[in-house]
């Protein structure tokens, strides 16, 4: 097990409405150990990366109105 941790800033958390959406588009991925996010669009993310790659979980993030902040 490769641990790994990141913490993003996305756009689109405007409540824990948001917050909750997000969950939702996360739940079930495989290798996803934790996910944690804020009302300032801040997502703490913790994954094995041997089991998902940080880009799936973006992907899926960004396929649910969550998109990265450069």
Known sequence: MALQSDTIEVTGIRCE????RLGGALEGLEGL???NANLMGQVS?????ERVA???ILDR???AGFRTVE
């Not at 993310?45 to 990366?49: A, E, H, N, P």
């Open 45 to 49: 993310l913790t994954w094995d990366d």
């Open 54 to 56: 940080r880009d799936e």
């Open 61 to 63: 993030m960004a396929r």
């Open 33 to 35: 150990e934790g996910a």
């Open 17 to 20: 409405r948001c917050v909750m």
